[in-house]
């Protein structure tokens, strides 16, 4: 078999480069790459923003209600029928005022017999003093005729407090809110005539929780806003000390002023109040995220360029932004790009335009 001549020069060719791979192979020499591939790996870049933490006013809000004052149901202290009532549901009272009038029932009677029973009590008294002073009569004897004087003065006082007993009079300045009687009603004693509540000021009471209360004490000033559209300031006036069963909350009592009456009991409030400061910093409410066991926080980035997860907790929700506690003064908090990050990991920090 012959070969010609182009064969020879492609075998030879062959051979050559097999020889070539081969040799680099052995000595362990690996091929050179070019510049132009070879490129340094880029750091991931973040926004980051300064922390400033500040002692902040915490606002807690709470649903309530208004509630009276005072409340009394008022009612009679003698026997008698209903003969006179002068004022309806809604009537607007003073303390002292009459309500109801009872039937006499003989109560003028007995004041006019107890009154009489004074006048010959006292006329025997001063008739008895110049013979005791011209020695006719002994001086002991005055002495009982005094102590008739003192009874029957007694006897007056009782009287006319019972006769006061036929009118029914308010104990309180307040509106009346039932009149569960009729003119012509027997009543006993402890029969009710009228409820009447007190509407200035006005209670505004709100339940609070455990975790809340130690940062609420009397004198604190608060936002009332009721479900009628209407507006004021109340003054905390009493903080319970004692948790209900039920709920595990405390009842607050605030105060708001109510002259015109305009307030009434048992309307819907809500109830703005500024509790205790407490170190926290505002931060951008996308900033928040989770950590791989998913306890809340954020992101920051120390001073040699590494990513740190910091928890936080929440101080106060304002919409867009919260206020946090848990942060550390001038720290860089990222707020762009830290769901792309990790803790441990090296970035570039790029400080960001926004607040």
Known sequence: MQWNSSRIVAVGLVAGAALWIVSGWLTGEAPVQKQGDKQAAKLFAVSVVPVTVEPHSRVLTVSGRSEADRRTVLTVRA???????????????????VVAVLSDEAREANVNQARARVEQRRKEYEARLPLVAQGVMPRLNLAQYEADLKNAEAGLAAAEAERERGLVLAPIDGVVTDLPVEIGQAMQPGGAIAEIVALDPMLVVIDVSERRIGGIKPGDLAKVRLANGME??????????????????????????????LIPDGITAEVALKLAAVPASRVPRSALTFAADGQLGVRLVDAPGVVQFAPVTLVEDEGQYLWVAGLTDRASLIVQGQDF??????????????P
């Open 79 to 97: 026997n008698g029928t209903v003969t006179q009532i002068n004022v309806r549901r809604g009537s607007r009272i003073k303390e002292g005022d």
């Open 232 to 261: 004021g300031q109340g003054e905390v006036r009493f903080v319970s000390s004692r948790a209900s069963l039920q709920t595990r909350t405390y009842r607050v009592d605030l105060s708001i002023a109510n002259k015109d009456g």
């Open 341 to 354: 990050v990790k803790e441990g990991q090296q970035v570039t920090a790029v400080p960001s335009g926004k």
